[in-house]
């Protein structure tokens, strides 16, 4: 294809301008439809979506909220089976009247345990069209509900840790539920790697925890108390109150890998990919085979991670490869700048080179039962990434989100969302802007071009904001012909390896969105706006179908806005009447390529 490999030459579609419209907005030409959405059955016995009328047993067998994580495996060209996170739940506007998790009934707080975790749905496509649909009709054996209260185990050396046992697990083995999934990532041998976020907002009293533990609950941001805005998960479930089950909070924070072509599987917490904030999980192959693993911690000052697998992963070997994730060294980043200090000022101006950019390491943690940080066990490290990460002085990031290799040039791309609190005195040739409202995207270069490498390059293509604003940057692209675009959060790839950003938390006064830009040729830092979000919504996902035909986004918590309730809804997306997050698909009305 003419400029194809990512130049960005095939993309001819008129973008959509900046709005604040309750719908989603799409390019002329194309076509979108809701593929599920909450509440729509998963299990062939849940009954129909009653918004008034809603149970925990309902819940259970229908979909999720807030979904984020999108991934579609393809079974023949038709039909696929479709991944979806459920990060969180917004009980103010998924009952009429909440007030808050102390005066929460019983069921209400059931159905908010199992409205998180995920869902596997079977899809089929519309004949000769980019659309898919939820199978609604006959078998449907692989349709399945995880949630805050299923069964998992942890595998990896931290699995079986003190810090890991409860009264209710002594082996610390069996952990129940995930929390918080994000986004994330898949392996080569077809499963779901999920990430559990911002999993410290679940529990109370986590001040009443033992003296020697109390740092770690701070390093975390754990909930201390029992704020008012908690969900009180611990009324209905005693193991999420600290000042009884300590180690809990230790449980949650994981990469979860999860078999979505196996029903009857548990769902795996791995170990080896340490605890934190987790945000994602992206997988690529090293030059020689071994699997490694890109993972931000996404909150202010924190840091971006990579795993290497210890053995090399072997096509077809599944019964090998399923193991990759239980040993191996994880490592944190640390980046230097190569501008003379004084021109990175925080105003976002480049310096005399022109461009953000420098070199960079990936200082090992710990490596099975091998701990490489002073003072702290293999365990520890594990259990407390984030500590030992703070003793060997990884670079604090912008908000590390989302981070994905380009499978066609090998650039690793890192969506760093914002950092309001980054001040001048703090700023470095990486995160070069005070009060970073907007965020940008880091571009890593592996040494060799190789992922398992312990060096690199990198740069900043996009310093994210308003185009009129000098303090942003679109690779040296001509500013007058991009999108604007604020607070980049996902990011995946098309088969001719443009950069596709989705956005949540939009500071320029109008919705979130999807955007493409090219990486490379003329074309680097055209960006483009393809799609818009309803009120109040972000996009996650997002997902280019390999063959190109659709793309799916993931719009999380429609009418999420200050004051909003169902007496009072801020946004009626997707039918008109109480919003409900869901996945939608858009596609080319004449069959085209995305981005046509
Ligand atoms: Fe759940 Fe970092 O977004
Ligand atoms: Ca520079
Ligand atoms: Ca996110
Ligand atoms: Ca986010």
């Known amino acids: 294809a003419r400029g194809g490999h990512g130049g960005g030459g095939d993309l001819r579609f008129t973008p959509v301008p900046p709005n604040t419209d309750d719908k989603l907005s799409i390019p002329d030409g194309y076509r979108s439809s809701v593929v599920v959405r909450w509440g729509d059955p998963v299990l062939s016995d849940a009954p129909a979506f009653d918004f008034d009328n809603q149970t925990a047993d309902a819940q259970n067998k229908q979909f999720g909220y807030n979904c984020d994580f999108v991934t579609l495996f393809p079974m023949g060209r038709d039909r696929g089976l479709l991944w979806v996170n459920h990060e969180y739940t917004d009980e103010s506007l998924m009952f009429r009247g909440y007030t808050g998790g102390a005066d929460a009934t019983e069921e209400q707080i059931q159905i908010a345990l199992a409205a998180h975790g995920g869902s596997v749905v079977e899809v089929e496509r519309e004949r000769g069209t980019g659309e898919w649909k939820l199978v609604t009709h006959g ?13 998992m185990k942890f595998t990896g050396p931290a699995a079986g840790s003190d810090l890991l046992k409860t009264d209710a697990d002594r082996q610390g083995l069996k952990p129940v539920g995930m929390l918080n999934n994000c986004a994330g990532g ?24 033992p003296e020697a533990q109390r740092p770690y609950i701070t390093r975390y941001t754990i909930t201390t108390g029992t704020p008012e805005d908690s969900r009180r998960f611990d009324r209905v479930e005693e193991r999420f109150d600290l000042a009884k089950h300590p180690q809990e909070a230790n449980r949650f924070g994981w990469i979860v890998e999860i078999d979505p072509f196996d029903p009857d599987s548990t769902p795996v917490k791995r170990t080896a990919l340490g605890r934190f904030k987790h945000e994602a999980a992206n997988t690529t192959l090293s030059r020689d085979g ?28 599944d019964r090998h490869n399923r193991d990759l994730l239980d040993e191996g060294t994880l490592y944190v980043a640390k980046f230097t700048g190569d501008s003379p200090k004084g021109q990175i000022d925080g105003s976002g101006k480049l310096p005399s080179d022109r461009m953000f950019d420098g070199s960079g390491e990936w200082i090992p943690l710990v490596s099975g039962d091998k701990s490489y940080v002073k003072g702290m066990t293999a365990e520890e490290v594990l259990v407390y990434t984030r500590v030992a990460a703070d003793k060997v002085g990884a670079t604090k990031m912008d908000r590390p989100e989302d981070m994905e290799r380009n499978p066609v040039t090998g650039g690793v791309y890192v969506a760093l969302t914002n950092n309001t609190n980054r001040t ?22 592996e040494r060799k071009n190789d992922a398992a490498a312990k060096t690199f390059a990198w740069s900043i293509p996009l310093v994210c904001g308003d185009p009129k604003d000098p303090a942003t940057y679109f690779a040296g692209f001509d500013k007058t012909k991009v999108s604007p675009i604020s607070c980049p959060d996902n990011v995946t790839f098309d088969r001719d390896g443009n950069l596709w950003i989705s956005t949540d938390g939009n500071q320029l006064g109008s919705h979130d969105g999807l955007f493409v830009m090219p990486v490379r040729g003329k074309d680097r830092g055209h960006l483009r706006q393809f799609l818009t979000v309803p009120t109040g919504a972000e996009t996650c996902g997002p997902l280019v179908a390999e063959d190109q035909l659709s793309v799916f986004v993931a ?6 806005v200050d004051g909003a309730s169902p007496e009072n809804p801020a946004s009626r997306w997707p039918d008109g009447d109480q919003p409900r997050p869901a996945v939608a698909v858009v596609w080319h009305e004449k069959g085209k390529k995305i981005g046509s």
């Open 424 to 445: 001048k005195a703090q700023v470095d040739e990486a995160n070069p802007r005070t009060g970073n409202k907007h965020g940008h995207v880091l571009e890593i270069v």
């Open 555 to 560: 719009v999380q918590h429609p009418g999420e």
């Open 139 to 151: 078998r449907r054996r692989y349709n399945r509900r995880i949630t805050a209260q299923t069964p």
């Open 290 to 317: 071994h699997l490694v693993v890109y993972m931000g911690d996404d909150a202010q000052f924190e840091y971006i991670y990579k795993f290497v697998s210890k053995e090399r992963y072997v096509r077809g070997f």
């Open 186 to 209: 898949t392996t080569p041998w077809g499963t779901v790697l999920t990430a559990e976020e911002n999993i410290d907002q679940y529990f109370v009293n986590g001040d009443k925890v």
